[in-house]
């Protein structure tokens, strides 16, 4: 299982971004796709969730900014991030959970936003 993130960049406050992450190689059954942050020195926190049945989940930091949605691609998931602050700097990745619980990380994305 790999998954491929893409889409980080810099943007100015208030300016947007929309990541993107593809599952590649062999089958596999999904529960919930999410995006993750980490800065460094810090734990790698969940920004936002959608489950297979599309309910999703966003950090309370992130509501009303961020959107997660899926592709039509099985194992395609979008973090589409508007109004961005500086505090939303940080290295994302693209998680996939299966529904026994095996866990699958993509490579990470930086996300910069400064002025």
């Known amino acids: 299982v790999q998954l491929q993130a893409s889409g980080g960049g810099v943007a100015q406050p208030g300016g947007s971004l929309k990541l993107s992450c593809a599952l590649s190689?062999?089958?596999?059954?999904?529960?919930?796709m999410g995006w993750y942050r980490q800065t460094p020195g810090n734990q790698r926190e969940l920004v936002a969730s959608?489950?297979?049945?599309?309910?999703?989940y966003y950090a309370d930091s992130v509501k009303g900014r961020f959107t997660i949605s899926r592709g039509t691609s099985k194992g395609t998931v979008y973090l589409q991030m508007n109004s961005l602050k500086p505090v939303d700097t940080a290295v994302y990745y693209c998680n996939l959970l299966t529904p026994g619980g095996v866990s699958s990380w993509g490579q990470g994305t930086l996300v910069t936003v400064s002025s």
């Open positions: 190689g062999r089958s596999v059954a999904i529960h919930t």
């Open positions: 959608i489950t297979l049945r599309g309910t999703t």
